[in-house]
């Protein structure tokens, strides 16, 4: 077991296929089985007490990223599954927009096998729990992140992301990353997941800009926070969004000035709304209030999931973890 949380950085493809394919293979999908109390009653629905204690599924993205670790033998580190905690924990916010977490029944993982079993790739299995193996949290809970040590088997069909494409603050500066750079972003689609796999939705945008001050967060909180302008829907909770260079993915040097920097800006976490106020009238006027998608997503810094990943909590299990391996 402790061998399989060691997990292998994939080795460079001799003839790679497109870069955005295989940053796709970094996704997985989530999905959050609710104990059957937290499903509302419906009285313009059938009463029978099979449809009334029918769970309720939350679903979202996670994807994959290792911590490389010089004390592991051929290049090895440590697998990671990252999410939102909101999609972690159930999280969602009620009409006065407080936050409530939901019971949960059990977690599952979808994604594509290598090779297909009776014509479909896709397998979802369980999210194995234990008193090491849970998700871990920043102690800063305004911080809508989730991480699990995790290892694809090699059926898997699954390429986890080095930390090192994690940019920080001061690479972002060095780097000269500014608002109207490109981005890139796959998550699950709720309106299609794929027939036969998993299929992630794969959008592009823009940076659009880095707050110098805190903003209300997905958490409820105040929180530290990047905006993208970048449609995304419910279930992108977790995605990973990437900057990508200028000229494309694949152009490796500057250009015209051009700078061909790539790595992952951060983690996508929800989207700003836009409110109108409605008023109906008829024989009695309604009022009420249009809420809208507004393009504007909130992103998680990469750099507090970096902080995250290499925080004591993390550190202590990698340290356990090499020890029990022994000398490689």
């Known amino acids: 077991m402790d061998e399989a949380r060691a997990q292998a950085n994939p080795p460079a493809a001799t003839n790679p296929v497109r870069a955005e394919t295989q940053l796709s293979k970094i996704v997985v999908f989530i999905s959050v089985e609710l104990e059957a109390s937290n499903q509302p009653e419906h009285p313009s629905r059938s009463n029978s007490s099979a449809e009334l204690k029918k769970p309720t599924m939350f679903y979202g993205t996670g994807f994959l990223v290792s911590v490389p670790d010089s004390r592991l033998s051929n290049g090895r580190g440590f697998g990671y599954l990252v999410t939102n905690r909101h999609v972690a924990e159930a999280i969602e916010q009620d009409e006065n927009g407080n936050c409530e977490a939901h019971q949960i029944k059990q977690t599952f993982v979808t994604m594509n096998l290598k090779e297909p079993i009776n014509g479909i790739r896709s397998d979802r299995q369980p999210l194995e729990m234990s008193q090491q193996i849970h998700w871990y949290f920043p102690e800063d809970q305004a911080i809508d992140l989730a991480v699990i040590p995790f290892a694809a088997a090699d059926k898997y069909d699954a390429v986890s992301l080095s930390a090192d494409y994690l940019l920080t603050s ?9 608002p109207g750079d490109r981005i890139l972003t796959a998550g699950f689609f709720f ?138």
Request: aromatic share 6%.
């Open 191 to 328: 309106a299609y997941a794929g027939l036969h796999e998993i299929q992630p939705i794969v959008r592009e945008g823009v940076l659009a800009m880095l707050p110098d001050g805190p903003m209300t967060t997905t958490t409820c909180k105040s929180g530290s926070v990047y905006l993208a302008d970048v449609h995304i829907t419910p279930g992108n909770s977790g995605s990973p969004i990437f900057i990508i260079p200028a000229l494309g993915l694949g152009a490796g040097e500057y250009l015209g000035g051009v700078p061909s920097t790539f790595g992952l800006l951060g983690v996508v976490s929800g989207y700003m709304q836009e409110t109108s106020n409605l008023t109906l009238r008829a024989s009695t006027t309604w009022q009420a209030s249009v809420e809208a998608n507004s393009g504007v997503s909130v992103v998680v810094p990469a750099q507090q999931l970096r902080e995250l990943l290499y925080g004591p909590g993390l550190q202590h299990l990698r340290d356990e973890t090499v020890s029990r391996l022994g000398p490689h």
């Open 170 to 178: 001061q690479a972002l500066e060095k780097d000269n990353i500014v």
